[in-house]
């Protein structure tokens, strides 16, 4: 079934284009999301055409078997909703702007998706991934800044490699970042982050990185940069993540969000109010912040079972 096609292989619908541009322009969402959107969007405008059919045309019915038909094809129901929020999203503004009279998915079921836990490392993980990261070259510094940071902040990838010098507050210790929907909050960091900011902004850390001409203005501005000069890409910062992890002994499979987990569990470890902790990671909904308390509950009992002399008994 056709729904991975790539978009030089099918000319989107001037509805979709004019729908993306309004997700970017009246919504502020963020690239990496409207690429989401227009990948989604793209399997489901070719798989519409393999049934003769189009988003100005389709009926409930036909959407109800496209969602069999990505569930049949082996997709984790997490795609699948995925997929199915973007096409009812596209549906809603088509209907709001004119250009349908009526909305096609209203009716149909959404996807349930199995709840699942976020699977944070543990403080003495955590350490254990920081202390990977060994050297005093620039590399290693920007690499121990990052890491920290990540942590100390519960930063998404993105949003840390978006950062500019002008973000951050040294005296503070606070940094401002831009979530999702271009959001802003201000959020602090601590000793060990700050520490390894300093080294990384020394002279054997990011100026020896500095290109001598600049290939781009927010390049000059950029705090983490890469080898070359340039602004440090969320891909490079994922391969940064992954290369400590796999020396720390965690594995192929460490992922920046991991961080991201930890420092939530973490903090409601030791007190944090969820309040707190959802304004510091920017989760629109107290709901979402939720599941780090389940996390905790979970951490909770595993030390229980495993202290208490007579859990087993």
């Not at 993306?20 to 489901?44: C, M, P, S, V």
């Not at 000069?229 to 969320?234: K, P, Y």
């Not at 594995?251 to 987990?261: A, F, I, M, T, Y």
């Amino acid at each position: 079934m056709p729904t991975a096609v790539d978009d030089a292989d099918l000319e989107l619908p001037l509805e979709i284009a004019d729908f993306l541009a309004w997700l970017g322009n009246e919504r502020g969402r963020a690239d990496n999301t409207i690429r989401a959107y227009r990948r989604d969007l793209t399997g489901y405008v070719a798989w519409l055409a393999t049934r003769g059919s189009d988003v100005a045309t389709v009926e409930a019915a036909t959407i109800v078997e496209f969602v069999a038909a990505r569930r049949q094809s082996g997709a984790a129901p997490s795609s699948v909703a995925r997929q199915l929020a973007a096409v009812r999203t596209l549906h809603r503004y088509l209907l709001t702007e004119g250009e349908r009279r009526d909305d096609p998915t209203a009716d149909v079921e959404g996807v349930r998706v199995p709840a699942g836990l976020p699977k944070p490392l543990s403080e003495a993980q955590v350490d254990a991934l920081l202390d990977a990261v060994t050297g005093d070259h620039p590399v290693a510094r920007r690499d121990r800044a990052l890491l920290e940071l990540l942590y100390a902040t519960g930063a998404r990838i993105s949003e840390a490699c978006g950062l500019s010098m002008g973000d951050i507050d040294f005296d503070g210790r606070l940094v401002r970042l831009f979530g999702k929907g271009a959001k802003e909050r201000i959020v602090p960091f601590g000793r060990a982050a700050a520490s390894a900011l300093d080294a990384w902004f020394s002279t054997g850390g990011r100026l020896a990185m500095v290109p001598s001409e600049w290939r781009r203005r927010s390049d000059a501005e950029a705090v983490f940069l890469n080898t070359r000069g340039g602004r440090l890409s969320r891909q490079a910062a994922w391969t940064v993540v992954r290369q400590h992890g796999r020396r720390a002994g965690l594995g192929d499979e460490l992922s920046p969000h991991v961080l991201r987990h930890s420092c939530a569990t973490h903090l409601l470890d030791h007190g944090a109010d969820l309040r707190v902790v959802q304004e510091l990671l920017g989760h629109a909904s107290i709901s979402t912040t939720q599941v780090y308390t389940k996390v905790s509950q979970e951490r909770l009992f595993d030390v229980y079972r495993a202290a208490h002399p007579r859990a087993r008994a």
